[in-house]
């Protein structure tokens, strides 16, 4: 089984990375590889089709 993720663009640094979905499947957490900003999206039980997000 592979782990679940979302794609996300940094804007503070202007990069792409994967970020995982936690342990508890309640959000996907994950940081900027370069100024380790956090970000946490949680997850909405009606959801989004949508795969690619944008952090600003």
């Known amino acids: ?6 794609g996300v663009k940094f804007d503070c640094c202007h990069v792409y990375t994967r970020v995982y979905m936690n342990k508890e499947e309640t959000a996907y957490e994950g940081r900027c590889p370069k100024c380790m ?16 997000f944008s952090a600003i």
Not at 41 to 46: A, S
């Open 1 to 6: 089984m592979y782990k679940r993720y979302i």
């Open 37 to 52: 900003r956090t970000i946490c999206i949680k997850i909405h039980k009606d959801g989004v089709n949508c795969r690619f």
